[in-house]
């Protein structure tokens, strides 16, 4: 049984036409843009009926609990159009008031420029950028399908959400776009909806002077079901278009719209319309066009109000008829609903992993043994790559069917797992090639911005990569993702420090960057209390002396070199701590006091890190060097392009002791 919300046809008894209300939406977002003097009137003109149609006709929600797992989710990718969302949430019932659209891109608001998942409610997930909302989209679609797949049952279906969508000409034109939508049509993610708000026009112009690509084609060699809607402001016609998509089974579905920007205003169809607000006169006159008989800026007659109450008050009721059907789920499969409830709940995971120690193991190695121990205990944890599931060992082996193919797509896949962690009930992971990280830097910051907690695993992670080269090793990586606020980046040094840092990463609700190397590391097993003690600190001290006269400091597979140059320097009656930093975010969280046992302000500091080094002396104080790799690397074998740059023991000791 579908219990998603659709009403096939409008009803006419209705005191309030649907056009007025698709209106009032229209009329809050421009009064919000031009009252905020700052923001994007031209789609909230030319969409109001879209989203209107979604929301009244086909999305299943309850703005009285905004986060009810059984909900569709709503999306609008096109995120400059947020006075459009706000509007329609306003209306709609949810905890926004006329005083935040009154308030819209005000410095401490719950309506800022651009939606922002966790600051308003019904906001699903933070848009703006281009091409991630369609794209993260296909990773909440995925997740609906999957824990179907998982709970349903064939006398009760517990999970049958949609997902839907509002995308503009920019979206289309990302690059993201195009892999996310290759994606949802080779996994024939059925639940998902896309309206493409065609207004064919973006900042510069006319699309004619960039785009000319036919995306009905293109959708349809995807795999996607295409629908056109000539006059994209006919809400019976959407609401048809929407309704006979919805029956179809195996493909994904994109209606195209065909609308105007800034319809009815005096700017309607030009490029100036999208990112200025309407001035005061073309406001009046907007109202005029559209036959809106109120001036009164931010005014919706009381007529308006009560059609859109008795439509929320249709969906809690609609609501209560599935709660019942929930609650018969819950009696007849209490096991099932106490392992669904399980997921959503992100308990804390202590699990105790009992693997067996090797004495040497590449990291990216270490983590392939704990991530497989970890999928027996934590059932919905998923994992995924880029096509390089055998060389970034992220392949769940004993549960095939956790493991997602996302084939040579680094960019979607990244909004991918966000969609699945904005979804709930998942814990999804994802790898590729650190290099290729910078193919998904928007949706890792993006990651960051909504603090959800998607874990990357980015391998391969140095100069270790050896005779593949300068394209694949990365140098300014680390350090860069470093810069991402709230984004927690780990660089273990072995298997200990790679299992403590899966431990930390299950229970953490922000996104986090585990580091992995390539070439075999030994096992730290002399240090691992001292490890396993301390390594929510981000860094401790692993060879001590009572008076040392220097501190190296390292990270990751330098940590053994940082090991093996004390030794030497013994040899010259030199004291050297060394510090292990696995992250440097964990670091910063510490007191000053314990900073200072680690690096104290008297002594010489030196880093040794197989990247660049702009930053480490903001981490660990004055007089600090660096060893590591401020230029591209080379092709050749891993030892020997180590000991090109200067990153070897004996090497690094001589140049201390010449210092000293």
Not at 50 to 67: A, C, G, N, S
Not at 160 to 186: K, Q, T
Not at 319 to 342: A, C, P, T
């Amino acid at each position: 049984m579908n219990m998603s919300i659709v009403f096939k046809e409008r009803n006419m008894n209705d005191s309030v036409a649907d056009s007025k209300m698709a209106d009032a939406i229209r009329i809050l977002s421009i009064d919000a843009v031009t009252n905020a003097k700052s923001g994007h009137p031209g789609m909230p003109l030319g969409a109001s009926q879209i989203i209107f149609t979604i929301f009244k006709y086909h999305l299943r929600f309850d703005p009285k609990e905004p986060k009810w797992f059984f909900r569709d989710r709503f999306v609008l990718s096109s995120g400059h159009a947020s006075a459009m969302l706000y509007s329609t949430l306003y209306l709609f019932g949810y905890d926004i008031n006329i005083d935040d659209l009154k308030s819209f891109r005000k410095l401490g608001s719950k309506t800022p420029g651009h939606p922002e998942y966790g600051l308003t409610p019904g906001v699903e997930a933070t848009t703006g950028p281009l091409g991630q909302g369609i794209s993260m989209v296909v990773g909440m679609a995925w997740s609906a399908k999957y824990l179907a797949s998982l709970f349903n049952k064939k006398d009760i279906t517990l999970l049958d959400n949609f997902i839907y969508v509002i995308a503009g000409d920019g979206d289309m034109m990302e690059g993201i776009s195009y892999e996310a939508a290759s994606l949802a049509g080779h996994m024939k993610l059925d639940n998902l909806i896309c309206v493409y708000d065609s207004n064919r026009t973006t900042i510069e112009g006319k699309t004619d002077i960039t785009f000319s690509e036919d995306v009905k084609k293109r959708f349809e060699s995807c795999g996607w079901s295409v629908r056109i809607v000539n006059d994209g402001f006919d809400i019976d016609k959407l609401n048809q278009a929407i309704s006979e998509a919805k029956k179809e089974i195996g493909k994904p579905k994109l209606i195209i719209a065909k609308t105007e920007i800034g319809y009815k205003s005096p700017k309607e169809g030009s490029n100036k319309v999208h990112g200025e607000p309407l001035t005061e006169g073309e406001v009046t006159l907007t109202r005029k066009n559209l036959g809106w008989e109120w001036q009164e800026r931010f005014y919706i007659p009381d007529e308006i109000i009560s059609a859109f109450k008795k439509i929320v008050e249709n969906k809690i009721k609609q609501k209560k008829d599935l709660d019942i059907k929930l609650e018969n789920y819950r009696k007849k499969y209490r096991d099932d609903w106490d392992k669904l409830s399980k997921y959503l709940n992100k308990d804390l995971i202590n699990i105790d992993l009992s693997i067996e120690e090797s004495q040497s193991l590449s990291t990216r190695e270490s983590s392939h043994l704990i991530l497989n121990q970890i999928a027996k205990k934590v059932e919905n944890i998923i994992s995924g790559s880029a096509d390089l599931s055998p060389s970034t060992k992220t392949n769940i082996v004993d549960f095939p069917q956790r493991n997602i193919h996302f084939g040579i797509r680094e960019h979607s896949m990244g909004a991918f797992v966000n969609g699945v962690s904005l979804f709930g009930g998942i814990r999804p992971v994802c790898s590729t090639f650190l290099v290729f990280s910078d193919y998904m830097r928007p949706a890792l910051r993006l990651s960051s911005i909504m603090k959800i907690s998607s874990i990357f695993v980015f391998t391969h992670d140095s100069i270790g990569v050896g005779e593949d080269g300068p394209t694949h090793q990365p140098v300014e990586h680390i350090m860069s993702l470093r810069l991402i606020p709230d984004f927690t980046v780990i660089r273990p040094a072995d298997f200990y420090e790679t299992l403590s840092a899966w431990k930390f990463i299950l229970n953490f609700n922000s996104p986090s960057a585990l580091i992995l190397t390539r070439q075999r590391v030994n096992t730290l097993s002399e240090y691992r209390d001292i490890i396993v003690t301390n390594f929510s600190k981000g860094g401790y001290i692993l060879t001590s002396h009572r008076s040392p006269d220097v501190v190296l400091i390292a990270s990751g597979s330098e940590v053994h070199i940082a090991i093996e140059t004390s030794k030497i320097l013994m040899n010259s009656n030199i004291k050297a701590n060394v510090v292990s930093i696995p992250s440097v975010e964990l670091l910063k969280k510490n007191d000053r006091d314990y900073l200072q046992t680690l690096f104290p302000s008297k002594l010489k500091k030196y880093v040794i890190e197989a990247g660049v080094g702009s930053g480490w002396s903001d981490i660990v104080g004055d007089k600090v060097e660096f060893f590591g790799v401020n230029t591209f690397g080379y092709s050749g074998n891993e030892k020997d392009v180590y000991k090109k740059f200067g990153l070897v023991p004996d090497e690094i000791a001589e140049k201390i002791v010449e210092k000293l």
